[in-house]
């Protein structure tokens, strides 16, 4: 069904569209308003729409803010607005609102920790999640024109041993994409419900502060060291895990997490036509080697820094070209 039709069927044939800006994967948004009703039009052309819709509802069963769905057919979604207030970018213009933002959605994250995971999604072990990493051997190395693919194996045994070894033993629901860009701040909504949640189709079953990592690890903004800092500390008090537990083990995922990030921005660039992405690379190369400095990352470090080269702004102009 073209979604002129769909909007058709659902009574939106007449609205204005306004087109926003979309996210890694190829799904468009088009922000719609017909009168005093507002609403956003997602296309997804490989149709995850059944898996956002079993998302979604869970979200809202657990009393957070995921867009109600209004109508949905094969690739095609008519969801709830949750307006522009885009954490990154109220964070920028009210400098003062970053820590309050962040403690929000820790308290989000927090919750998670505390729910049941619905059926049917896709489970992260250890070895899944090292296994996850491979995107950075396939694609960043061959964009930086460098080898070196007999290393991998050991790199990500080591990898999976660490998790295994630093990783808290439960799972939780894992939003993956819990970054700034992907949350919009509705004050008017209570506690909780003040995060609007957007982009959780890749969602999965992993370790708790996996969502941590991405909040304050972000690939796309730089977070001050004062909300890192009192973030970290607002989640060690909300969760009750100690430091000494958190620490290494959002290392550890934030060492997964960014080398899985430098391989698919690299597809991203060489693949999809996107060279935006590669000036993401050094902020995330930059979380690697925060991570690499730490105690729990002492043996592995010399391997992945001896492998994968640093992003200077030669080598991806160079892998751009090519």
Known sequence: MSYDV???????ADATHEPLAGDASARRYIRLYSGQKRAILMIDPQDDTARFTHISNHLRGLGLSAPEIYAQDAGLMLLEDFGNAQF???AQSEPNMEIPLYQAATDVVCHLETC???AILPRAAPDTLAQMVEPAFTHYLPLLQSTGMDAKNDILARLADLLAAHIPNETVLVLRDYHAENMIWMPER???QR?????????????????LVSLLQDARRDVTSACHKATLRHYLDRSG????????????????????????????ASERGKPGYLGLIPRVWGHIQTSLATPVARDIAP???????????????QGALT
């Open 241 to 268: 895990r100690s430091e000494d537990a958190v620490i290494p083990a959002f290392h550890l995922l934030g060492l997964q997490r960014n080398l899985r990030i430098l391989g698919i921005f690299a597809r991203l």
């Open 303 to 317: 391997l992945i820094n001896g492998l994968f080269p640093e992003p200077t702004p030669d080598r991806l102009g």
């Open 6 to 12: 769909f909007l058709a069927a659902h009574g939106w």
């Open 116 to 118: 049941g995971v619905p």
């Open 190 to 192: 209570n506690h909780l």
């Open 88 to 90: 990154a970018q109220v």
């Open 195 to 211: 995060v609007g949640l957007l982009d959780f189709q890749d969602a999965l079953v992993g370790p708790p502060i996996y969502d």
